[in-house]
């Protein structure tokens, strides 16, 4: 039994915004692993400075029109998709009215960081793990890119831990460089609590402001393999990372992560499976 469906879940992805290491290697990654055979999916959030008209997105009604309900509201769900012709790769973009319209990404024009980033970082999560159902398709392998995809191998591992598309994934979470600076506020671990999801899963309680760190804490106890993706990470969630225990991959320059990454796959697969 091989991996041979592989879900990106990406925080930026170019063309659709500027250059950064994030975005670059989410552009080319996909790409790669589909060349090296693999069936591949790829989703980002649709933000506001993205040229929906250039960049020739368009809704697909059939998967839109979904309610999720974050701190006891209802936010529609939207999903767009767009194609990158050269690779013959499909995006899929969650997108939303209240939470990407404005025309920043993850800080206003200040440099500061939007202070609904936690429920916006939600709302995307949960959005994949809703669309990944409605398409039937089941990934072997769940590579999650940037703190702002940090929340889904909680919500993969305990509130669509028996769903049939994701039950018998593997997570594999990349930790770059790129941080927060606020914490999120103490409201932020409540809204979390949705499913099964309780609050002895978090590591932390109801009334705690989770900082970057504790963030990234939490991605790395429910993923399945770890890969330093930047070439200096914060040196605290670098030491959680080791001590976890968990298959680590040391960074990777551009010429080799693709190739690396794969091989990556395949080794946590098989650990999961012996």
């Known amino acids: 039994m091989e991996a041979k469906k592989v879900l990106f879940i990406s925080q930026e ?3 659709y915004l500027p250059d950064s290491e ?6 080319n990654l996909p790409q790669g692993i589909q060349e090296k055979g693999r069936e591949i999916r790829a989703f980002m ?11 020739q997105l368009h809704e697909v009604i059939r998967l839109s029109g979904m309610n999720l309900i974050i701190d006891d509201t209802d936010h529609p769900l939207i999903i767009k998709v767009a194609s990158i012709q050269p690779a013959r790769m499909q995006v899929y973009f969650i997108d ?14 200040e440099g500061k960081d939007f202070d609904d980033n936690d429920e916006r970082s939600i709302f995307f999560v949960r959005g994949v793990m809703e669309t990944v159902k409605k398409l039937r398709w089941v990934p072997d ?5 940037g703190w702002f995809t940090a929340l889904a191998p909680l919500y993969i591992k305990k509130a669509y831990a028996e769903d049939p598309s994701f039950r018998d994934a593997k997570i594999v979470y990349s930790i770059y460089e790129n941080k927060f600076d606020e914490p999120f506020s103490e409201t932020f671990p409540a809204k979390l609590l949705w499913e099964n999801i309780q609050e002895k899963d978090l590591g932390f309680g109801l009334n705690e402001q989770v900082d970057f760190a504790r963030l990234s804490e939490l991605a790395i106890r ?18 959680i990372a080791k001590a976890s225990g968990k298959p680590f ?8 992560y693709v190739d690396a990454y794969n091989n990556f796959y395949d080794e946590v697969w098989e650990a999961a499976h012996k």
Do not use: W
């Open 96 to 109: 939303n009215d209240d939470y990407f319209q404005r025309k920043n990404v993850l800080v206003d024009d």
């Open 45 to 55: 959030p649709k933000y506001g400075n993205i040229n929906e008209r250039r960049n």
């Open 141 to 145: 392998i769940i590579h999650c890119h």
């Open 13 to 15: 992805m170019t063309p």
């Open 249 to 256: 991959l040391t960074y990777q320059d551009s010429d080799t």
């Open 222 to 239: 429910y993923s399945d393999g770890l890969i330093q993706a930047s070439s200096q990470i914060d040196e605290e969630v670098a030491a």
């Open 22 to 27: 994030i975005a670059t290697i989410c552009r």
